[in-house]
């Protein structure tokens, strides 16, 4: 791939330049000293992907993305000095148009665990922008029983920029009893658990990290929390599943949303939000033949309008709807917690 990278930092960048080098599979195509530099450059030479410091003087690494999303989008990773440090902005940055994010690497040496996981989320992307289509796997064996305490299930599935997109379906509103909620939002697992608090902080339901064995909990706003698959079995109980492991998508909004159409016999709502790829489209389709209700994103209001327009091509979603209107359509279906 043709890699731009931007750090105001010389010393970071040359970091960065020097783990890029270092693999045959990828070009550094230019260098940045700051966010207006990046946007000008997106625009002259557009790489495959930009590495994106987030802290910069002038213009920050969130606005950056956001107007490289805005006049020429491409792939764009956060690459920044104690990321956890910076939650807010890096969801912000997500919610621009990043696909995920990832500590810089060691100015000094070479070969270190930060040089590995750098070029793991460069050869990730790399696969994310090859793949046209994905075979959704298999969920995992199912139980006997059923449970009837959740009488709805809300699915949500997003990628590129769906932190944001997430915040604003969810934010203003609390579900009527016995709705539950699961997210399955493409991060990385150690950004995992600060989405889903930074996700508590924006919305008036409780938030938080899916944990192996758990039931559906009504009224709450359970997040997919490893790079492992999301599943639910018989019993509604969740479960990760690291099959398929060579599948780009992690955690898979389609296995999720398959789970939901084989296994969940009440009322449920698929939603597919903005994203790069395919994922989430076929498992939206399953839910949509299982007498599921379906909406996708429209194109105008996504920040990578990948994964809903698959599910438009599938014929996945009744409704196609800006952003702004999800919640309100939400709302409208589900029901609304009385005061």
Known sequence: ????????????????????????????LWMARGGADAVRL?????????????VMPEMD????????????????????????????????????????????PALL???????SELLAKIKTIGKLLRVSAGEPAAASAAEPAARGAVRHLLAIGASTGGPGAV????????????????????????????????????????????????????????????????????????HYDASPSDYAYRPSVDVFFHCVARHFSGDATGVLLTGMGRDGAAGLLA?????????????AS????????????LGAAERILPLDQIGVALRNRVGVRAL
Not at 109 to 115: K, L, N, R, S, T
């Open 1 to 28: 791939m043709k890699i731009g990278i931007v750090n105001d930092s010389a010393m970071a960048a040359e970091a960065l330049r020097r783990v890029v080098a270092a693999s045959r599979d990828h070009d550094v």
């Open 42 to 54: 997106c625009q002259e030479a557009r790489p495959d992907l930009v590495l994106m410091d987030l």
């Open 61 to 104: 690494g969130v606005e950056a993305t956001r107007l490289i999303m805005q006049h020429a989008p491409c792939a764009i990773l956060i690459v920044t000095a104690q990321p956890r440090d910076n939650v807010g902005q890096v969801f912000r940055a997500m919610g621009a148009g990043a696909i995920d994010v990832t500590a810089t």
């Open 109 to 115: 040496g070479a070969g270190g665990a930060g040089d």
């Open 167 to 238: 915040a604003r379906v969810l934010a203003g509103w609390t579900p009527a009893p016995a709705t539950a909620i699961v997210v399955v939002q493409h991060i990385d697992a150690n950004f995992a658990g600060p989405f889903a608090r930074w996700l508590g902080e924006q919305i008036s339901m409780p938030v938080r990290p899916a944990e192996a064995g758990d039931a559906l909990e009504a009224g709450v706003v359970l997040v997919a929390r490893t790079n492992d698959h999301l599943v639910m079995d018989a019993r509604l109980r969740l």
């Open 287 to 299: 839910m949509r033949q299982a007498g599921k209700h379906t909406i996708a994103q429209d194109q």
């Open 302 to 313: 996504s920040a990578v309008y990948g994964m809903p327009r698959a599910a438009a091509e």
